[in-house]
Nanobody, 123 residues
Framework: QVQLVESGGGLVQAGGSLRLSCAASGRAFSLYAMGWFRQAPGKEREFVSAISWNGVSTWYADSVKGRSTISRDNAKKMVYLQMNSLKPEDTAVYYC????????????????WGQGTQVTVSS
């Protein structure tokens, strides 16, 4: 089992940057692919980015590609999402999630979820 706690959200002006962090607990962390998802008010939760268990493979939604970088530190049991050139449409609650089956974009394959961190981008 993996417990996840996100941090790093906040209020930022358009064009600014944020670095989201996800702290994991549990012995099997290094075996899980990790993902970031987001949910805006009135919308469904959507995929943002994912990284394989060893950090070799990464995936990005088209909406954040080129503006975001996902990374992980298995020794520290941490996952990060660096977001640059933020836009008002990036406003959402961002969730960290763990996938024991390998990295992919499908929300259904992620077994463990954090509580989320709010990101608000003002125009």
């Amino acid at each position: 089992q993996v417990q996840l706690v996100e941090s790093g959200g906040g209020l930022v002006q358009a064009g600014g940057s944020l670095r989201l962090s996800c702290a994991a607990s549990g012995r099997a962390f290094s075996l899980y692919a990790m993902g970031w998802f987001r949910q805006a008010p009135g919308k469904e939760r959507e995929f943002v980015s994912a990284i394989s268990w060893n950090g070799v493979s990464t995936w990005y939604a088209d909406s954040v590609k080129g503006r975001s970088t996902i990374s992980r530190d298995n020794a520290k049991k941490m996952v990060y999402l660096q977001m640059n050139s933020l836009k008002p449409e990036d406003t959402a609650v961002y969730y960290c999630a763990a996938n024991p089956r390998g990295g992919d974009t499908s929300l259904e394959n992620y077994n463990y979820w954090g509580q989320g961190t709010q990101v608000t981008v003002s125009s």
